[in-house]
């Protein structure tokens, strides 16, 4: 039986704990600084709680350094421990944590929330470790809670980091750039959701490539100039507008060559 | 009982002789100028075609123009009917049909494809009209089809379609950057779906705004620096990440004032 240990107890610490608990894997205990935070986390899921990194149980198979990319290094170097030593970051190289034997990287392709428990099944979970022994062992770990795991090198992991940013963080920020601008003509941003769920419902279906319409990809010179003049007096909508215009129109050139 | 004419036979007028096709709602036949094309339309649904504009029936209550934009004006001046002459689209005026005594807009919010049914009954549809008597005949129509009618101004209609572009149509060419970005790493695009659902699923229980994750609402430097030299041979796509960046950083300033 594979044993984890969970060192901070934010949202990914959170997800990961009530993933495991459904499988044969046990979790060791958690650690957090907030002695009041930690308790609360440990006594939610019937854990034990450790408010001090000198404590924390030795012998676990992996710990998991769930805490924010900017402290990773440090608090890695106050963990002393002899398992495998992963975080959870899209974008840190595992080198980070090379202080340690058996170190590598657990990230889940996902946008965690407080409140809305995904299924963790569905996220992929992407692996990289400093052997092909540590990789296996976080491979077993990750197949218990997920359907699609993934070996990858770091600049794979990174490269689907950015991706990532341009699917989620920047469609998310058109959302609200769109709402705030339907805000500003009492109109609801409800009225959107279908077409927003279309949108990505096609995605299922279609390579993104194929699924494109609207003015840009028409050359629909008219509507765009039309959307344009709409914009004149929001001058940071009316530049992303353009930019993402123009690069809709520049993929389409490209493609018809 | 309501009649309808359906001139064009393009994705939206399949869609809507569908969603019609439900209803008590008389089909009283379409017209296309391809004649080949609206006899295999009209067969498809058992209803009359027709591919001289001069024969079509004159005595239906509401005459839908699913062309595009471009011939809204000159397809209509060639329509010779007494009932209401709608056209279905987001940005032009309605005046454009002001040569009919009864016109007006009866726009569905939703972007269709020719091989995916959407359900019409969640499409939000928008109608505007010459006048209140007019409006309520179109409103009868399209509550018959949709839950969500809306009685809009023309601003308010052009408003929405601008919108619509930004979440649609620039969000879809997010994802169409992405997965270009990851094929040339070797990646499967399938990888970050989960996260696109989640994105959007997000929208359902949270204001846009307060969804936003990533590096720039953080205001992490170190990883937008790091997605920024990834992204050093591949301008196009590093000036839209930066705009991007920029405008989350913008707008997170902006409501922390």
Chains 1, 2 share one sequence.
């Not at 030795?58 to 290094?73: E, G, N, P």
């Not at 428990?117 to 992407?126: G, L, R, S, W």
């Not at 805000?183 to 609801?188: D, P, Q, R």
């Amino acid at each position: 039986m594979l044993s984890v240990f969970i060192i901070g107890n934010g949202k990914i610490a959170h997800h990961l704990v009530q993933a495991f608990l459904k499988t044969d894997v046990q979790i060791a205990g958690v650690y957090g600084r907030d002695i009041a935070k930690v308790n609360s986390f440990a006594a939610k899921y019937q854990i034990p709680a450790y408010s001090d990194l000198s404590k924390i149980p030795a012998q676990c198979d992996v710990y998991f350094l769930t805490v924010s990319d900017q402290v990773i290094k440090l608090i890695s170097e106050q963990v002393k421990v002899h398992g495998l030593l992963v975080h959870c970051s899209g974008m840190m190289p595992i080198s980070v944590l090379q202080n340690h034997t058996h170190y590598g990287s657990f990230w889940p392709i996902q946008s965690f929330s407080e409140n809305n428990m995904v299924d963790f099944k569905n996220i992929p979970i992407c692996i990289e470790a400093s052997s092909e022994e540590d990789s296996r062992i976080l491979e077993a770990l990750a197949d218990r809670i997920s359907r699609k795991v993934q070996i990858v090198t770091q600049d794979q992991r990174q490269s689907l980091h950015l991706a990532a940013v341009l699917v989620n963080n920047f469609s998310n920020h058109l959302f609200a750039l769109a709402a705030a601008f339907l805000e500003s003509k009492s109109i609801s941003f409800d009225l959107l959701k279908p077409l927003i769920e279309e949108t990505v419902n096609k995605i299922n279906y279609m390579e993104p490539r194929y699924a494109q319409t609207g003015p840009a990809i028409r050359n629909d010179i008219a509507t765009i100039d039309m959307h344009k003049k709409a914009l004149a007096e929001n001058l940071p909508l009316l530049h992303i507008y353009d930019v993402l215009s123009r690069s809709i129109i520049e993929h389409k050139d490209n493609s018809n060559e």
